[in-house]
Every structure is written in C-alpha cells, then in structure tokens.
C-alpha cells in the first residue's frame, strides 16, 4: 500500500508542475508522450512478427556440425543403435516425485526384438505390460515399428478386455514423467540427425545430436537433443521439445550405473552398454520421474509369438 501511495502522490506532484506551465503546453507533452509509447510498441511488435518466421526455420533447420572427427550426427546415431541387442528383455521401477508428494511406484516389464531383414517392411517389435501397481496390472502395449509409414500401435486394457489401435507413443506410462515413446527403443528410420558441437555432460565428453521426428511417426516431439557418452554411444542426456517447439522435459541417465552386459549375437560374442538408472524431470510442472531397471536378459529366447495380441492380453 505505501508503494502504490506513493506512486499516486508523486504522479499528482508531476500534473500540478506541468500544469503551472498551461493547459496547452501540458496536453501537448502528454500526447507527445502517450505517441512516442505507442509508437515504441508498434515497432517492439512488428520486430516480434518479423522474426518469429527466422525462428520457427531455424529451429528444425538444424546445421550440420563439421568436428576434425568427421563423424556426422547420422554416424553417431547408428553407434548409438549399434550398441544394443537384437533382442533384450527389463523389468523396470518408475517412482515419481514432486516438491510437495510422493506417487505410487510403477513396475513394468518390457520386452523388445529387430526383426529387420532386407525388404522387410518392420523394422522392430516392443512389448510393454505392467504388473504393479493392482489398479494396472496386465494393462499392456504392443508397437511394431516399420521401416516406412506408421507405426502399428495398440493396447490392452483389462477393464474392457479388447485390444484396441491407438496411438501409444504420447501416452504416458501410469502416473509418470515418461511417455511410452521415451521407453521404447527408438529407431534409425524414425527421424533425421544433424552433430551439433561437443559438450561435456555430466562431467563426461559427448557428442551432441539435434533428432527431428519424422511426420509419419506421429511422435510426440518436434525436436530432440541427445548428448551421447563418447566411449559407448551411450545417451547421458536428453532434452525434449513438444509439438508446440517449447522445452519440456529433460532425462538425465547417472553415468556410474551404465554396466557392461555380454551375449551371443549371430554366432559372435557381443558387449553392450546399459544406463540402469535414469531421471525424467517434468520442466513445466516441476516433477520428476526416477526410473531403475531391476533385471535385464541379454538376447533371451524370444519369437514373434511373444510380440501378439494373444500375447498382449495373456495374464502373466
């Protein structure tokens, strides 16, 4: 109250000062005033409107960065691929939080196989079904990510027992900060990858890749930026925009739990970098999401029976 007082008592000082000059040298200054004003947020608005156009280009325009390395971002994305089975089962924990509560763990169990052969039009199968908590149980998904269009995509809900075709890539898993499209493994074909210049993340040297979501994946996202651990392609660090191009989220894996796991894989034995603990921080909402993978089986014996809506609605 003292503050807005004493802005009306000192506005009021002003009028009686300018006011001892005349009536028409003071109207005279005010419109002068009010036009300059008007004028400076006519110009202020017209820079606005003439650059959001730049903007909006250059956000997915994203320019290729040429490290002596010579390593481009579509490089450095295979590696990523690369180091990962051809096949591999978790079980995972997802316990979110805020400043103010604690939300009820989630467990899920998912399973993931490539099936991609020369000409084949499917690229890979991921299976996700929850077992805790009671309210979720058996609740699952199915996506078969194809090399070329949409994905197929679908969902189990025990509640209706029907296996219905949906979108599953923006739905988020129980309760959480993640969305399925951040557990699923993603794929090569699923966007285009320009290198941005090296960062050092986590106190760890990596390359950076700007990911832009082709249309036809129906992703959740406009653009991604990965900061991938350089020793093992490993991602450390990822931040997400939306579809209306603002920052949303952001996960960061814990460098000390990325292990080391071995399998045979076509007849060669194979090794392969794991992150087992990770942090899904919610930037708009101030939540966070910590996710723990409790078991992971290197290139189980898995088939296509095990990626089928038979499969998707069996309580087990």
């Known amino acids: 109250m003292v503050n807005i007082d004493g802005g009306l008592n000192a506005t009021g000082g002003a009028s009686m000062a300018r006011n001892s000059e005349g009536p028409a040298v003071g109207r005279a200054q005010s419109l002068a005033r009010i036009s300059g004003v008007f004028a400076l947020l006519l110009l202020t608005a017209s820079s606005i409107a003439l650059a959001q156009p730049d903007d909006d280009e250059n956000f997915l325009a994203v320019d290729e960065f040429a490290a002596a390395d010579g390593q481009t971002g579509d490089d450095i994305y295979r590696g990523v691929v690369a180091n990962r089975f051809d096949a591999f089962e978790q079980v995972g924990r997802m316990r979110s939080g805020s400043r103010n509560q604690r939300f009820q763990d989630v467990r899920l169990r998912l399973r993931y196989m490539n099936v991609e052969k020369e000409g084949s039009p499917i690229v890979s199968k991921t299976i996700a079904k929850y077992f805790e908590p009671s309210d979720v149980r058996h609740l699952g998904y199915l996506i078969i990510n194809k090399n070329k269009g949409p994905d197929d995509q679908f969902v189990y809900r025990p509640s209706a027992r029907k296996v219905r075709r949906v979108n599953v890539r923006g739905e988020a898993v129980a309760g959480t900060d993640f969305s399925f499209e951040d557990i699923v493994p993603p794929e090569f074909e699923d966007g285009s990858h320009s290198?941005?210049?090296?960062?050092?993340?986590?106190?760890?040297?990596?390359?950076?890749?700007?990911?832009?979501?082709?249309?036809?994946?129906?992703?959740?996202?406009?653009?991604?930026?990965?900061?991938?651990?350089?020793?093992?392609?490993?991602?450390?660090?990822?931040?997400?925009?939306?579809?209306?191009?603002?920052?949303?989220?952001?996960?960061?894996?814990?460098?000390k739990s990325i292990s080391p796991y071995q399998a045979t894989e076509n007849g060669q034995a194979k090794q392969v970098w794991v992150a087992l603990s990770s942090k899904m921080s919610q930037l708009k909402l101030d939540t966070y999401t910590e996710m723990n993978v409790e078991e992971f089986k290197a290139n189980p014996n898995l088939r296509s029976r095990h990626f089928s809506e038979r499969e998707l609605t069996a309580s087990r």
């Open 195 to 255: 290198r941005m210049p090296d960062q050092v993340v986590h106190g760890i040297p990596a390359y950076v890749v700007a990911v832009v979501p082709h249309t036809e994946t129906e992703s959740e996202y406009s653009k991604l930026v990965i900061a991938v651990e350089k020793e093992h392609f490993v991602p450390i660090q990822t931040h997400y925009w939306d579809n209306k191009r603002v920052l949303i989220k952001r996960l960061d894996v814990d460098p």
